[in-house]
């Protein structure tokens, strides 16, 4: 039980364009999500968390402008990466939280974005 | 402020032999303590937390972490070391109640085993 996935695991987009990853819990329900970023061989840094028909709550730092967050459904939540610099690559990693067990995220395998 | 130090960068063990990674923390109130593993190219997976209660909390895959107040660590222990444990530790945290307040994270700890 508690298995988030992500798509795309990996993409690789021109400069300019916009990317946008799924973050999903495939048998729970989140009503909370959180979006990380972690770069090589470095600790996560939280980006925003996303709660389920409200609007996102962003990190100090973190353009909202730039990672559009939406959290339409409880078991859904989608991070848009728009005009995409190659400065944005990462590996951006998405988490759950579990009803019950409030306190214990559930992550996602990440996402590697490349842009070139 | 709330924070999380994994003093060490990397820890290098021999296959068989015990392990530690260690943790200290700085929260107001009481505080929840967690370890996660990455594996290379893949997500987070949770090992263990401490809530409350037995300050020795078991976890997945033979993990065990030792909750001291007085010293405000957190360390992650395991009796014998596997080659297969080798990945990134990562000790978090959270202060106060619960309803998935956001984590606080160490840089994290590169466990190597050797055979």
């Known amino acids: 039980g508690a298995v988030v996935s992500q798509h795309p695991s990996w993409v690789i987009c021109k400069s300019g364009t916009s990317v946008k990853i799924e973050c999903r819990s495939l048998d729970f329900q989140a009503t909370t999500m959180f979006w990380y970023r972690q770069f090589p061989k470095q600790s996560l840094m939280l980006m925003a968390t996303s709660n389920e028909g409200s609007k996102a709550t962003y990190e100090q730092g973190v353009e909202k402008d730039k990672f559009l967050i939406n959290h339409a459904s409880l078991t859904l939540s989608t991070l848009t990466v728009t005009s995409a610099h190659p400065e944005d690559s990462s590996f951006y990693i998405c988490?759950?939280?579990?009803?019950?067990?409030?306190?214990?995220?559930?992550f996602g395998p990440g996402t590697r974005l490349t842009v070139l | 402020a709330q924070s999380v130090a994994q003093p060490e960068d990397q820890v290098n063990v021999a296959e068989g032999n015990p392990l530690t990674v260690k943790c200290t923390y700085s929260?107001?109130?009481?505080?929840?303590l967690f370890w996660y593993v990455q594996y290379p190219n893949r997500g987070l997976q949770f090992l263990l937390k401490?809530?409350?209660?037995d300050n020795l909390v078991k976890g997945s895959y033979g993990f065990e972490a030792e909750f001291n107040k007085s010293q405000t660590s957190f360390h992650l222990k395991k009796p014998s070391a596997l080659v297969s444990d080798s990945a990134l530790y990562f000790c978090a945290l959270t202060g106060n109640a619960g309803n998935n307040r956001k984590l606080i994270w160490g840089l994290g700890t590169s466990l190597a085993v050797n055979p």
């Open positions: 401490y809530i409350t209660g």
């Open positions: 929260v107001s109130g009481n505080p929840y």
């Open positions: 988490s759950a939280g579990l009803a019950g067990s409030p306190d214990t995220q559930y």
